[in-house]
């Protein structure tokens, strides 16, 4: 009886770690966008009471925002190409921007528009490490001073 339960228990060890591989292998699954899924994501940057819906237009009260616009570099697909508007709004601290958030931000090759994968402190403050939705590696750290907007919706 015993030597049953350690086979029954080795069985389903075995089986659930093949279907975990099997799903890791075979699906869209990506550790980074695992990573991204966390309690403190993207906070709502417009408040519902701001947006209205008219016949022929809709009116979005927004404060400090820029229109832009992006290069299909394909680091961003779908959510960013050559064919979106992004409306933009430049925060106002660094405590307002949080995982999950697209940043523009600039550094030695001009301005990327990645999402923000990790905040944390570091010696030198708070830091947020970007990534591009379908790149493989992180951008590194940046700083709040680095940043020129986050991208709070998508026109195409």
């Known amino acids: 009886m015993k030597n049953l339960k350690v086979y029954f228990l080795v069985f389903f060890l075995g089986f659930f770690s093949c279907a975990f591989v099997c799903y890791v292998l075979f699906s869209n699954f990506s550790f980074t966008s695992f990573t991204i899924k966390s309690p403190e994501t993207s906070v709502n940057w417009i408040d519902k009471k701001n947006i ?52 523009v931000f600039r550094n030695e090759n001009g301005l990327i528009a990645h999402r923000v994968i990790e905040k944390g402190v570091d010696e030198n403050g708070i830091y947020f490490i970007t990534q591009g939705d379908n790149n493989d590696f992180a951008d590194g750290k940046i700083r709040f001073g680095d940043i020129e907007s986050v991208v709070v919706g998508v026109i195409w």
């Open 52 to 103: 209205t819906i008219l016949d022929d237009k809709v009116v979005i009260k927004i404060v400090n925002t820029t229109l832009g616009s992006y290069t299909d570099t394909g680091s961003m697909k779908p959510v960013l190409d050559e064919n979106s508007n992004g409306i933009e709004i430049h925060p106002e601290n660094q405590e307002q921007i949080n995982m999950g958030d697209i940043v």
